[in-house]
């Protein structure tokens, strides 16, 4: 008795329906976010190297009355180029500890901060956002990103919390950089004026740059 003939199989379909089939990368696994967390990373780590002493900054002989609004004006601008990774330090602290004592707050503002990172900035451009079983295209999950941000910043109590935190953390900065004589100060001229604590930003922006021009 013949056997039965043998029905050809296409390998090259097979191929394509295994790679169809495989999952997509989740976000968090994709090179931009593990490029922009090592870009964050080093940054940090150099800014936090040009730290003044905090002896320094809180020195109590260096503190004095300035005699007129130049002279305040002045020594504000020397103080904020030489401490400015201390003054960032103090206000990124004065966030955390507001943001702390308002759990809502901070999981309203995290919630924000995850969803750009995942349904925009860091999600793979092959990789649909799909909600319901809809499929939103990038300008839609933009507009709608854009239009959650500015609830969240001016209708909750998230951006007041934010702006009062940092009205307020500017304000003691002013005030110890008029009172504090920099006379004794070793400023560095040659020190580029974007350098720094908040220099990240610039290596998170050309980190994350790359994800955004694959949108456009």
């Known amino acids: 008795m013949a056997s039965p003939p043998t029905l ?24 931009a976010f593990r490029a922009f967390l090592s870009r964050l990373s080093s940054s940090v780590r150099h800014g936090f190297s040009q730290r003044r002493p905090w002896s320094e900054l809180l020195d109590r002989g260096s503190i004095s009355r300035p005699e007129s609004l130049s002279e305040a004006y002045s020594r504000i601008r020397k103080n904020l180029s030489y401490f400015r990774v201390n003054y960032a330090t103090l206000i990124a602290l004065a966030l955390a500890l507001s943001l702390l004592s308002h759990p809502f707050s901070l999981l309203v503002l995290l ?35 854009v239009l959650l941000t500015v609830i969240v910043v ?44 908040l ?15 694959a949108r456009v």
């Open 8 to 31: 050809p199989i296409s390998t090259s379909q097979t191929a394509t329906g295994g790679a169809a089939a495989a999952p997509s990368q989740a976000p968090i696994a994709t090179p």
């Open 111 to 145: 919630s924000l901060l995850a969803a750009w990172a995942f349904l925009y900035l860091f999600r793979p451009s092959d990789q649909p956002l799909v909600i319901l079983g809809r499929t939103f295209s990038d300008t839609e999950t933009l507009a709608g990103l």
């Open 154 to 197: 001016f209708v909750s109590s998230v951006g007041s919390l934010l702006i009062s935190t940092l009205m307020v953390g500017f304000a003691i900065v002013c005030a110890h950089g008029a009172f504090r004589v920099p006379e004794d100060l070793f400023l560095d001229d040659q020190e580029p004026a974007n350098a720094g604590f």
């Open 199 to 213: 220099s990240f930003l610039g290596g998170a922006a050309s980190a994350a740059a790359p994800s955004l021009a």
